[in-house]
């Protein structure tokens, strides 16, 4: 196994933890910066105002996007399973 190998493994392993995070992440991130400013305006800092829509979002966002994250996972396992045999070299 040479290094070259080692980190195009390690670059597609971050390469999908990204693509997976990163809906459910910008999501959260742009609820939150609506209710931030909703909180500005209002002048209302309650933390649950901001917590539950976040929760809310990121929970509907796997709901919709679950089914193709469950493909890239199957896809990235199938393919990381395939080059076991390249490790024998």
């Known amino acids: 196994?040479?290094?070259?190998?080692?980190?195009?493994l390690a670059r597609?392993?971050?390469?999908?933890?990204?693509?997976?995070?990163?809906?459910s992440?910008?999501?959260?991130?742009?609820?939150?910066?609506?209710?931030s400013?909703?909180?500005?305006t209002t002048q209302i800092q309650d933390q649950m105002l901001n917590m539950v829509p976040k929760i809310?979002?990121?929970?509907?966002?796997?709901?919709?996007l679950g089914s193709w994250m469950l493909?890239?996972?199957i896809n990235y396992t199938t393919n990381l399973f395939?080059?076991?045999p390249n490790l024998l070299h």
């Open 37 to 40: 400013v909703l909180q500005a």
């Open 1 to 8: 196994m040479s290094q070259t190998f080692v980190v195009h």
């Open 56 to 64: 809310v979002g990121m929970f509907l966002t796997l709901l919709l």
């Open 12 to 23: 597609e392993a971050l390469f999908m933890v990204l693509l997976l995070a990163g809906p």
């Open 25 to 35: 992440m910008a999501v959260a991130l742009l609820i939150g910066l609506l209710i």
């Open 82 to 84: 395939n080059q076991i």
């Open 71 to 73: 493909k890239s996972v």
